[in-house]
């Protein structure tokens, strides 16, 4: 079964394939979506500081039942903060919120601030000052594993060439018919294992007649087949829900799209995202 699959970081921390991302769930209701998920078998659980829902989703995994050992825990840090002291009081924040003691993976939600997305600056001094406060963290064992989100090659090299320790993973975009091809195979190149945020998109995905013909194919529904193709492309998903009986279909993929289908799939252009445009990622900014 996929939720038993995991990767392995560049330090050898084990990563579980499939994760139950948490965006836009009410802190209030995510704690029982965090144990529902559980209990379905997830051991990978996703959450930000940006998403007002840390309180919630570490009362979910310390009241799920399984041991924290057992569990792999990530969030991120603000993408408005970019100096040490400021990443150093949000981390010890996170973990008070959380109420964990260590978290797995704390990402940069991205390199620049939300309101600056896109723009010619790309914070590289202020990423370099936030990861210095993660390696800390790292050294003192309350990260297990440090990464970066939406990060472009620039942005990368810039922690790779000035950094102690080189990102171990980048968070992006990344679905059928909007795949970034040349940054998942720069990353990969470097170390970094990839992991696709929206492996399902957004917006008219579900309607796409060409996607739906592939999948009905397979006799699955169509995120049951983008959520294979990411993983197939050797990435980890993050399909975010808080409804169960999508957490049991979205994991339910233990299928084989053939190569053929998987070229016909890499070529789609599918980035029409509805009501998500609003956010910088979504808009077509970067």
């Known amino acids: 079964m ?17 994760a139950l991302g948490t965006w836009m769930i009410d802190d209030d209701k995510v704690a029982d979506a ?7 078998g997830y051991r990978h659980i996703d959450t930000a500081q940006a998403y007002g829902n840390e309180r919630g989703v570490g ?8 041991d924290r ?7 991120k840090l603000d993408a408005g903060i970019k100096d040490y002291e400021g990443a150093k009081a949000a981390i010890n924040g996170s973990l008070e919120t959380l109420g964990l003691d260590y978290v797995d993976l704390l990402i940069i939600h991205s ?7 896109g723009d010619d600056d790309r914070f590289f001094e202020g990423n370099l000052a936030a990861w210095k406060a993660m390696e800390n963290a790292l050294h003192v064992g309350k990260v297990r594993a440090i990464g ?15 950094a102690r320790v080189a990102p171990m993973i980048n968070q992006v975009l990344a679905h059928v018919g909007n795949t970034p091809f040349e940054l998942i195979d720069y990353a990969k190149s470097k170390g970094m294992l990839v992991e696709a945020y929206s492996p399902i998109g957004h917006g008219k995905i579900l309607q796409n007649v060409e996607i739906g013909e592939i999948a009905a194919k397979y006799g699955v529904s169509v995120p049951q087949l983008c959520i294979r193709y990411v993983l ?3 990435l980890l998903a993050l399909p975010k829900t808080a ?8 994991a339910d993929v233990d299928f084989e799209i053939a190569e053929a289908d998987m070229d016909a799939l890499k070529v789609i252009d599918a980035r029409d995202y509805g009501d998500a445009s609003v956010f910088p990622v979504y808009s077509g900014a970067a």
């Open 2 to 18: 996929v939720l038993q699959e995991t990767q392995t970081l560049p330090n050898g921390v084990e990563i579980p394939k499939l």
């Open 34 to 40: 965090v144990k529902a998920a559980v209990e379905i």
């Open 59 to 66: 009362e979910g995994i310390r009241g799920c039942g399984v």
């Open 69 to 75: 050992k057992d569990l792999f825990v990530q969030t």
């Open 111 to 117: 390199p620049q601030p939300w309101d600056r997305f």
């Open 148 to 162: 970066v989100s939406n990060f472009q090659k620039e942005d990368l090299d810039n922690l790779i060439d000035n």
């Open 232 to 234: 197939q492309l050797g």
């Open 243 to 250: 409804n169960p009986a999508h957490m049991k279909s979205n």
